[in-house]
């Protein structure tokens, strides 16, 4: 799987939006970018993934680079409840062999008033 | 009701006692997991299964054994527990999807906070 790499921390403001972003330069093209968040010791949340496309759903947006070897993780509108670790997760498809995840240390984003 | 639950919640223990953690999903995956996550630091995979039939070693698995005893049961046990298994432990599942695509959406459950002195 390939390797990501994403800051330690960041913060932002209550109402704004929040960028979190996560290289992958090593990416292979049948790698999926995967998106998830740990709210302070609870279970892991998926929240969003995609392959080249960039994609939307209710909780954020995912915009992948063309090189495929960046995304950014946009929160539209930040709120206290968003602060938790993001994790970025690059991982192939379902190969029949494992659809395990490997966790980094992610991206602490602390939002504040 | 929570879709993945775990139990205990918590538990402290002594060195050398054996334990169990218990994972309960109604989701109805064939797919699950045991994770530990150490403070500061991302989850790493310690068992998985992808059936009843099926147990596979993740990247941890010294000092630990599970049990698969249903679909929907997935347990963990340290068999002679010391102090660096003190640890936030995590089961999820997953559904390996129905037309060859699959998401790697895994569901976590709340954790099991287990202390050993």
């Known amino acids: 799987d390939a390797k990501t790499t994403q800051p330690t921390s960041m913060d932002c403001a209550e109402g704004r939006a929040a960028n979190l972003p996560c290289n992958h330069s090593?990416?292979?093209?049948?790698?999926?970018v995967y998106w998830y968040r740990q709210i302070h010791s609870q279970g892991p949340q998926y929240i969003i993934h995609?392959?080249?496309n960039n994609e939307t759903n209710e909780m954020a947006s995912l915009i992948i680079t063309e090189d495929r070897k960046s995304s950014t993780l946009i929160l539209p509108h930040a709120t206290l409840r968003d602060t938790a670790v993001y994790y970025c997760?690059?991982?192939?498809?379902?190969?029949?062999?494992?659809?395990?995840?490997?966790f980094g240390t992610g991206t602490r984003l602390q939002v504040t008033l | 009701d929570a879709d993945v639950t775990q139990t205990p919640r918590n538990r402290i223990t002594k060195t050398g006692k054996r334990i169990m953690l218990e994972c309960s999903q109604t989701?109805?995956?064939?797919?699950m997991y045991w994770y530990r996550q150490d403070p500061g630091l991302g989850l790493r995979l310690i068992y998985y299964?992808?059936?009843?039939?099926?147990?596979n070693k993740g990247e941890i698995s010294d000092g630990y054994s599970v049990s698969r005893q249903a679909q929907a049961k997935f347990s963990l046990s340290l068999e002679s527990a010391i102090p660096n298994q003190t640890a936030l432990y995590f089961c999820?599942?997953?559904?390996?999807?129905?037309?060859?695509?699959?998401?790697?959406?895994?569901?976590f459950g709340p954790g099991t906070r287990l202390t050993v002195l």
């Open positions: 995609g392959l080249k």
């Open positions: 090593t990416i292979s093209g049948n790698e999926y």
């Open positions: 999820a599942t997953s559904d390996p999807g129905t037309s060859g695509t699959h998401y790697n959406e895994q569901f």
């Open positions: 989701k109805g995956h064939d797919r």
């Open positions: 299964s992808f059936d009843v039939k099926d147990i």
């Open positions: 997760i690059v991982r192939v498809a379902n190969t029949g062999t494992a659809s395990k995840l490997t």
